[in-house]
């Protein structure tokens, strides 16, 4: 394969709800391909579940940022800097696995189960407000962000007040709004806020993740770090599943009583068929063999996720949205050492709050046309919808 074989990441979609078509054919014609990257590097773009799989559970695969390239242009970001200390997304093991474990144990299946009482009465109160307030509203504002905000707030112990100003600087932070300098200072705001925080649980200390985490012996500095981490992943990731997920089956309304009687296994597939972290990406620490090709130390991999959750070898008709669809290998959550920490914390809220909206409206449809819902664009990396207009009753405002 030569340099001129080389494709760049195809990221438009066909459909709010589908992965771009050329990752499809080069799926089938070669799931390993030369990838130019927003730099000139190149390197590869990952596309079948198999090797997907494999690169994600190869420790000769680094995560670390300082070594990858973008496989898309970030306009006015600063170059990917190492991970500060605590920064555990962005570590290789062992460093990395020191954080996971001291973290694995509050966020077992045990603990967000428990979790799921709360996550109901915090539902409930989103669908109460909709229900005074009337459609049409925006369903991102109503009730996809409000739910996993208040349940990453209460699980990390953050104060109301506290939260509502760290929430401001991460939608300027998630947006990408402003300048380089702009998104700096966001994010330093937010650092300084939870060393605040840190500082009151370790004088007192209550029931919360950030509490529990300050009787290990970890810095000021990584707790920090962690729970910007913690916060960032818990606004950002679910408020998108579940905005998707109602857009889908607003779409798909046959699809509803399956999500109605089995819950769990409808949310695996949403989790599949949405794939809302389209790629991720590895470096190569040395020379690997991957999928025929030799993937050379220093070459960044893109691992399309998007693509591996469609993939036909893995998935009988991959492109149809099937709640009924069972014993799902997705990949929605990566895998290997990094597969995501959150995902019991996840599926919970999914679980609870899709099936509760459709109980309470089950008259609930879109306020515009399909093609008018803002989709988010590939800069803001997490696939989802700006805002979501729906209404519900008897009159239709279209
Ligand atoms: C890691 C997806 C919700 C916290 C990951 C990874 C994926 C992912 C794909 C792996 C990244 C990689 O290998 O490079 C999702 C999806 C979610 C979700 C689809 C919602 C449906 C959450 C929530 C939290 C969270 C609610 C909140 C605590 C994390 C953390 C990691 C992670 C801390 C890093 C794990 C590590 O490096 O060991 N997530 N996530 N996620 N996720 Fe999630």
């Not at 589908?18 to 030369?34: F, G, N, V, W």
Request: net charge negative; glycine share 8%; aromatic share 4%.
């Amino acid at each position: 394969m030569t340099e001129t074989d080389a494709v760049v990441l195809p990221t438009e979609r066909p459909a709010p709800l589908d992965p771009p078509t050329e990752l499809a054919e080069l799926r089938e014609t070669r799931s390993i391909a030369r990838l130019a990257y927003a730099d000139g590097h190149l390197g590869w773009l990952v596309t079948s579940h198999a090797l997907v799989r494999e690169v994600m559970a190869d420790p000769r695969f680094s995560v670390r940022p300082e070594l990858r390239h973008r496989p898309i242009e970030l306009p006015g970001q600063p170059d990917p800097q190492p991970a500060q200390p605590g920064m555990f997304l962005g570590m290789d093991p062992p460093g990395h696995t020191r954080y996971r474990r001291l973290l694995t144990g509050e966020f077992t299946v045990r603990r967000m189960g428990l979790l799921a009482e709360r996550i109901e009465e915090i539902t409930r109160g989103c669908l109460d407000a909709m229900e005074r307030q009337g459609g049409p509203v925006d369903l991102v504002e109503a009730f996809a962000e409000p739910i996993p905000a208040a349940v990453i707030g209460e699980l990390l112990g953050v104060p109301e007040q506290e939260f509502k100003q760290a929430q401001e600087h991460f939608v300027k932070i998630i947006r990408r709004e402003g300048t380089a300098e702009d998104m700096l200072a966001a994010y330093k705001a937010t650092l300084a806020l939870i060393q605040e925080l840190i500082g009151a649980k370790r004088a007192a200390p209550t029931d919360d993740v950030l509490s529990g985490l300050t009787r290990s012996d970890l810095t000021d500095e990584e707790l920090a770090n962690i729970g910007f981490l913690l916060l960032g992943a818990g606004l950002d990731t679910t408020a998108n599943m579940l905005a998707l997920g109602t857009f889908a089956l607003l779409d798909r309304p046959g699809q509803i009583p399956a999500l109605l009687s089995a819950p769990d296994q409808a949310v695996e597939e949403l989790l599949r068929y949405l794939s809302i972290t389209p790629f991720l990406i590895r470096t190569a620490l040395e020379d690997v063999e991957l999928g025929g090709e030799l993937v050379r130390a220093g070459e960044t991999v893109t691992l399309s996720i998007a693509a591996a959750n469609r993939d036909p070898d893995r998935f009988p008709a991959p492109d149809a949205l099937d709640l009924s669809r069972s014993g799902s290998t997705h990949l929605g959550f990566g895998h290997g050492v990094h597969q995501c920490l959150g995902q019991q914390l996840a599926r919970v809220e999914l679980r609870v709050a899709l099936p509760a909206l459709f109980t309470r409206f089950p008259s609930l449809r879109l306020a515009v046309a399909p093609g008018q819902v803002p989709v988010r664009p590939i800069e803001m990396l997490i696939h989802g919808l700006l805002s979501l207009p729906v209404t519900w009753g008897q009159e239709d405002p279209r």
